[in-house]
């Protein structure tokens, strides 16, 4: 079976926060464009407000079945030890399994995860049902089936769940 590099969804989830403006060559579109987006659902006009986290669904776009069952053997579910970290601009994410600890953990932090406009690495997944009941957990929220043994060795990390923000690291 062929694994996605981490790298990439890496790339997929920081995607939505790089929102690069359209250059068009006068102050309005053409005529000929200004039909075409709403045909194809493209907002026109439509900014993101700053202070707003933004949430990309990105798990419509592509059957993910494929890509499971996902194991990180580097990790496993328990308790960690919250500690500080120092990663200027890194955007929060956390990684949890398809575990009954990892599912209390996000309907409990479903709302906090929310607001910090968090994505989620699920680590340990069996099926693609299992992805589905992560993802009920935490609607709205995008958790995308990842091997994890990069971030752990990088991290230094053993268990999940886990919060990882730009300062710091923790349940």
Aim: hydrophobic share 45%; aromatic share 6%.
């Amino acid at each position: 079976m062929t694994r996605i590099p981490l790298a990439c969804y890496f790339i997929l989830l920081l995607a939505p926060f790089a929102q690069p403006e359209l250059t068009v060559a006068g102050d309005q579109p053409s005529d000929f464009t200004q039909p075409d987006f709403p045909a194809m659902g493209v907002p026109i006009n439509n900014r993101v407000q700053a202070d707003r986290p933004v949430h990309a669904d990105l798990s419509r776009f592509a059957d993910e079945a494929w890509i499971l069952p996902v194991r990180s053997s580097h990790l496993s579910p328990g308790k960690i030890a919250s500690r500080a970290l120092n990663m200027p601009g890194l955007p929060p994410f956390f990684l949890v399994g398809d575990d009954p600890q990892s599912l209390t953990w996000l309907r409990q932090r479903a709302a906090e995860l929310q607001e910090l406009g968090a994505a989620g690495l699920a680590v340990e997944v069996a099926d693609t049902e299992a992805l589905a009941r992560i993802r009920a957990a935490a609607p709205g929220i995008t958790i995308l089936p990842v091997n994890g043994n990069d971030i752990a060795t990088r991290l230094q990390i053993e268990r999940y769940p886990v919060l990882i923000t730009a300062t710091s690291l923790g349940q």
